[in-house]
T-cell receptor, first 114, second 116 residues
Framework: AQSVTQPDIHITVSEGASLELRCNYS??????LFWYVQSPGQGLQLLLK??????LVQGIKGFEAEFKRSQSSFNLRKPSVHWSDAAEYFCAVGVEGGSYIPTFGRGTSLIVHP | DVKVTQSSRYLVKRTGEKVFLECVQD?????MFWYRQDPGLGLRLIYFSYDVKMKEKGDIPEGYSVSREKKERFSLILESASTNQTSMYLCASSFGLSGRATDTQYFGPGTRLTVL
């Protein structure tokens, strides 16, 4: 079965600084990878997803993520963080032919200092 | 845009009460899901449904049941609420025609349930 690890429970950055949130997955074949964001008091919203092709994926709100097969990683990045980016971020993995349910990581809470 | 709505944003119930959480989606999605979210534990799947009247247990179904009489509506039922069911409950839906876990999930805003 596939699994997802988000090693950082909390990340604190200053507004305007760059951001990288880590996600590692465990699965034998090519996975389908997602990043979701949960703003305070809200449900989850899809930021971006990778199925195949270009390993650098662009998403909404200025985020991007890079799939690195050799490292089993799908890290989320943003060059300049805004205070409104403070939220919980979830990485998820799905597999072709698998169940209807993706596997979610435990989430990383992003704190943005002014 | 897909819209997933949940009947309540906040709910306070007493131990032993029967609790209904309602979820409605407006995009004719096949799959619907109920998760609970607790700090440090992420999202844990309670039940999901891939068709009307069909349901499957997730990782933590104990103490919960579900109902899906119509395609757009998926209800979570706490038969006898207990304090350890105090949590955030998230409903989600996904298209399902291509099936499987490649589909994007669309989430509702969540219901924060407190059981006293």
């Amino acid at each position: 079965a596939q699994s997802v690890t988000q090693p950082d429970i909390h990340i604190t950055v200053s507004e305007g600084a760059s951001l990288e949130l880590r996600c590692n997955y465990s699965y034998g074949a090519t996975p389908y990878l997602f990043w979701y964001v949960q703003s305070p008091g809200q449900g989850l919203q899809l930021l971006l997803k990778y199925f195949s092709g270009d390993t650098l994926v662009q998403g909404i709100k200025g985020f991007e993520a890079e799939f690195k097969r050799s490292q089993s990683s799908f890290n989320l990045r943003k060059p300049s963080v805004h205070w409104s980016d403070a939220a919980e971020y979830f990485c998820a993995v799905g597999v072709e032919g698998g169940s209807y349910i993706p596997t979610f990581g435990r989430g990383t809470s992003l704190i943005v200092h002014p | 845009d897909v819209k997933v709505t949940q009947s309540s944003r906040y709910l306070v119930k007493r131990t032993g009460e029967k609790v209904f959480l309602e979820c409605v989606q407006d995009m004719d999605h096949e799959n619907m899901f109920w998760y609970r979210q607790d700090p440090g534990l992420g999202l844990r799947l309670i039940y999901f449904s891939y068709d009307v009247k069909m349901k499957e247990k997730g990782d933590i179904p104990e103490g919960y049941s579900v109902s899906r009489e119509k395609k757009e509506r998926f209800s979570l039922i706490l038969e006898s609420a207990s304090t350890n069911q105090t949590s955030m409950y998230l409903c989600a839906s996904s298209f399902g025609l291509s099936g499987r876990a490649t589909d994007t999930q669309y989430f509702g805003p969540g219901t924060r349930l407190t059981v006293l």
